[in-house]
């Protein structure tokens, strides 16, 4: 059967090449025979985050632009790892270096560029590489080895991109640039000179005004080295070169068509010969090539309507934008930057690191440099781009797009409407840095429509979940509904291991014997094996509180600030806090602090919201140690880093206070004493005030004392968490003992209660505070027993973890270092 | 279980092979952090399954995967929750980061050696073992 729809074959399977095929095929799906043919060995991939998978941020999958499925589904022929050696125009066919031939009846180059090597001294030794392709990133890993150096002559876009991935490998890069600053084609010397000391920073040396002379061996025909015009020698055990690129014109200069610099092609994006057409970096259009991507995506749309047959404006040149693509360094660039009729406006925030330049000519944007906060590109690239007199605005420019919130839309509510006048780069999750725009983003192209999947794809509201409530308003926006209702699942699952709920889990754990977490896996159902970092930790725990007397606890359950006894930090240090009980301190104490501070050199002593002392900065290999010297001094651990008893924070009282009613000091150290160690759903705070003026802030914490005249003002629920929250009033009683059963009765029933990581402000919300008063007040029996099993369970729970960890301390607190260089023959 | 080096494959560059003690040594579903000159490597030692090598640092926001809790062959991260694939690096769906893997192998003798070279992004998974040596 002779079919009637054109052959299409494109050479070249690079971004250009890749995206041709996918805009013609969305124009005019089936209409067409399409062959796509590449050399290197790998499905089409996104060249412009080879920096991601050098620095192993990214996998080489993840950076793939065509699937399987894409191909299947549009009849695409893709041909990988041939190299096409020869065009026969007359008979329109190809040739390949595996010997195929290929018939055609409309041919697309998109060969690409070659990057260009500079012909210095020793460019032939091994371990000299461009930085191109997936091939390249393979033998850079191959060559680089964490804590070597290595050189990036070239301080362009690709050359920092390549000294970024390499850096994020351990490697430590030098990079060489000929002009006085990196990036000068985009960046003008200040903002140069920025990104340069955030390079820096990432240990990233910048060399400029700098010629290459030589690239030394090292005896042994691989790279030693870079010797530099004034006779600089750099050390490199890898050298790159990433000095530009050339249009790679071989194959269309052997078959005759008109070759300038590039391809020679008509703003149809046709070249000499009216059946072959030629897009990309190969190309020469109006005496310009390319070599950033926005260009080349603009012709493939041209391209694709062209071969599809249908009308439409040609391919024109349009100011471009450009963003290095280095995770944490932000810099934008669109448009000119000089011209000697060119004004500027610049804006310099030193202490955010952020600065922007605007280029305006007659009136018009025609340039913009951003360094740092560079959310506001976009907008400026846009006002560029159309072009428009800048009247009045001019003035107001440098400062962004100002956001004239529109009046409230009739129905929504005050959240939504206050949602919906955000801008798009309006952060919304401030843990996360996740704006407005990537929520919506994904909310379209993933389909979501629920909380849980905008936290998993976006992160968004993932982490302390305070801006839960807009993500749902945005969600009601994008879904062209009100937010959606929160479910009223009775025992939602714990997690994606398990179909079981909190409670249902807890329930059958009463019942069975004691057992690890991973046992209970087993015996429950579990889909994992062992379970993730959200369900482990709570079978952990409702383990332990049913079975106290057991032992079960599994530290390798345990999120690692109750693994280790201290609170990780940002930085992967972590931090530490004696207890002092009631919140008191002595000399001795203090003393013993301040030695182990300048004996461990730990940076920040910081006194707490709970009045404790926290040592801050802690290497985790001296953890053993401080800890020690800590018991030494009598001090055990303060447990703030436990699902447990925190602190009991407390005011001077009737022992120093003219107002003091009772002695809040003497019932807080009391109340700490016999409740600290107990592991509990979630951390839990407690705090005893001398006298309603609540000195010791008790209305927000989960169990507080308001001593009065006449005695004790019990309150419980309080937070001073995400979502601030005064406490309820449970009860009022005359005597300590009667505070004390109480609040150990109260404890107990959260502890049997409650559903792991639930403080116990949603859980009273939850279950009501008349449940909670008829628990632990008004049935006395109930409250007697719930507070012997606390005690029974105290028992087992009152040891210092630090004393037990100290005199033994396991291999996870040892680090194995490394010589500088191991013994090299 | 016991997996054999191939000492021939590991003796033509002994040089990046670290000796990190017997297996006995890592903590059970916990990590040990290797420290060298451009950062720290998490050596983790799964209940199931071999030892596993990664970069100790995650791709979001640095945090020390050494440090996280180990489910399976995979890890969390203990900053902000990102899982990752003790085998092939990868983070779970939907993340699609990665951290960079480490050659690990385990000699007749029961030490654990890891490679300081990362291994190629497009390596197949458990390409991070040295597969029984033929003696």
């Known amino acids: 059967m002779h079919t009637t729809r054109d052959r299409i074959l494109v050479i070249g399977a690079g971004m250009a090449g890749t995206r041709l095929v996918q805009d013609l095929v969305a124009l005019a799906p089936g209409a067409c025979d399409i062959t796509l043919i590449g050399a290197e060995p790998h499905a089409p991939y996104d060249r412009i985050m080879l920096s991601p998978v050098l620095a192993g941020e990214k996998t080489a999958e993840a950076i793939r632009l065509l699937d399987d499925d894409f191909l299947d589904r549009h009849g695409v022929t893709f041909l990988a790892g041939d190299a096409v050696t020869g065009i026969d125009r007359a008979a329109r066919h190809v040739t390949t270096a595996t010997g195929r031939r290929l018939d055609y009846d409309r041919l697309v180059l998109a060969t690409g560029s070659q990057p260009i090597r500079l012909p210095l001294p020793g460019a032939a030794l091994s371990g000299v590489v461009t930085f191109r392709d997936l091939g390249n990133v393979d033998t850079m890993l191959a060559l680089g080895r964490p804590g070597a150096p290595a050189v990036v002559i070239g301080g362009g876009l690709l050359g920092l991109e390549a000294a970024a991935g390499l850096a994020g490998r351990g490697m430590k890069v030098t990079v060489v640039h000929l002009a006085g600053h990196v990036m000068e084609r985009q960046l003008d010397a200040e903002a140069g000179g920025m990104l340069a000391d955030a390079l820096a920073a990432r240990g990233i040396t910048t060399v400029t005004t700098a010629n290459s002379r030589a690239i030394l061996d090292d005896g042994t025909g691989r790279v030693a080295g870079l010797e530099l015009a004034d006779g600089r020698v750099l050390p490199a055990e890898l050298l790159v070169m990433a000095v530009g690129i050339r249009p790679e014109t071989g194959l269309a200069r052997a078959a005759g068509l008109e070759v300038g610099r590039g391809i020679l092609v008509d703003d149809r994006l046709t070249t000499s010969d009216p059946a072959i057409a030629a897009l990309g970096e190969c190309v020469e259009f109006d005496g310009q090539c390319f070599g950033l991507v926005a260009p080349l995506y603009d012709q493939a749309k041209v391209l694709a309507r062209a071969l599809a047959g249908r009308p439409g404006d040609g391919f024109a040149l ?331 924070k407390t005011c001077v009282g009737s022992e120093w206070c003219r107002f003091g009613t009772q002695d809040s000091t003497g019932l807080g150290v009391k109340l700490e004493r016999i409740t600290w160690g107990a592991w509990m759903p979630h951390k839990f705070k407690m705090a005893v005030s001398g006298c309603p003026r609540n000195c010791a802030e008790a209305t ?65 919300e939850r279950i009501g505070l008349d449940r909670v008063k008829a628990v632990v007040v008004t049935d006395t029996a109930a409250r007697q027993a719930l507070a012997a099993r606390f005690l029974a369970s105290q028992a087992h729970a009152q040891n210092d973890p630090w004393a037990s960890i100290a005199a033994a301390p396991g291999a996870e607190f040892a680090a194995i270092d490394v010589p500088a260089r191991q013994a090299a023959e | 279980m016991t997996i054999l080096a191939d000492m021939t494959a590991a003796r033509a560059d002994t040089t990046d092979w670290i000796d990190c003690g017997t297996l006995d040594e890592l903590p059970l579903r916990g990590a040990r952090v290797i420290r060298h000159q451009g950062g720290s490597i998490a050596l983790f030692r799964p209940a199931d399954g071999p030892p596993a090598a990664i970069a100790n640092a995650c791709p979001h926001r640095g945090g020390p995967l050494a440090d996280g809790l180990v489910h399976g062959r995979a890890v969390t991260c203990p900053l902000h929750g990102r899982v990752f694939s003790l085998d092939d690096g990868r983070a779970a769906a939907p993340d699609r980061d990665c951290v960079a893997r480490y050659p690990v192998a385990v000699t007749a003798e029961g030490r654990v050696l890891v490679r300081l070279r990362p291994l190629s992004p497009a390596a197949p998974a458990g390409a991070g073992l040295i597969a029984e040596a033929a003696e």
Not at chain 1, 720 to 734: C, E, N
């Open chain 1, 318 to 648: 349009r100011p471009t934008a450009t963003r290095l693509k280095v995770s944490g360094v932000d810099v934008f660039s669109a448009g000119s930057l000089g011209g000697a009729d060119a004004e500027e406006i610049t804006l310099r925030d030193a202490a955010r690191g952020s600065y922007r330049k605007l280029v305006i000519r007659d009136d018009r944007l025609a340039g913009v440099v951003m360094y740092g906060d560079v959310a506001d590109g976009p907008w400026f690239f846009e006002t560029m781009r159309r072009a428009e007199p800048l009247g009045a605005l001019r003035d107001r420019l440098i400062f962004g797009p100002s956001f004239a919130a529109g009046p409230s839309a009739t129905g929504a509510d005050a959240a939504t409407a206050a949602v919906a006048a955000l801008a798009d780069d309006a952060e919304i999750c401030g843990c996360n840095g996740v704006c407005k725009g990537t929520i919506t983003a994904a909310i379209a192209a993933q389909g979501l429509t629920s909380l849980d999947e905008v936290r998993a794809h976006t992160k968004a509201s993932a982490s302390c979940g305070s801006c839960s409530g807009q993500v749902k308003a945005l969600l009601g926006l994008c879904l062209g509904g009100a937010a959606p209702a929160e479910a009223e699942d009775a025992d939602p699952a714990i997690c994606t291991c398990t179909d079981l709920g909190h409670d249902a889990v807890r329930a059958r754990l009463g019942e069975l014997p004691a057992m690890t977490a991973i046992e209970a896996m087993a015996v429950l159902g579990w889909k994992t094996p062992e379970g993730c970092s959200k369900c482990r930790p709570a079978l952990n725990y409702y383990l332990l509180c049913a079975h106290p007397a057991a032992g079960v606890d599994d530290p390798a359950s345990r999120f690692v600030n109750e693994r280790v006894h201290a609170n990780i930090q940002k930085d992967g240090t972590f931090s530490v806090v004696p207890r002092m009980w009631g919140g008191l301190t002595s000399a001795a104490e203090l003393r013993a602090i301040a030695d182990i501070v300048d004996r461990y050199d730990i940076p920040t002593v910081k006194v707490t919201g709970g009045q404790r002392i926290d040592l801050l900065g802690v290497r985790k290999q001296d953890l053993p140690a401080v800890w020690r010297d800590l018991n030494a001094a009598g001090m055990v651990s303060g447990h703030a880093y436990a699902k447990g008893l925190r602190t009991v």
């Open chain 1, 700 to 764: 927000i914490k989960d169990f507080g004392v308001i001593c009065v005249d006449s005695g004790y003002e019990l309150v419980v629920g309080g937070n001073g968490g995400i979502h601030l929250r005064g406490t309820d009033p449970l009860t009022k009683v005359s005597t300590e003992a009667e505070v004390i059963e109480i609040c150990l009765a109260f404890i107990q029933f959260y502890r049997e209660d409650a559903r792991y990581l639930e403080r116990t402000a949603p859980w009273i």
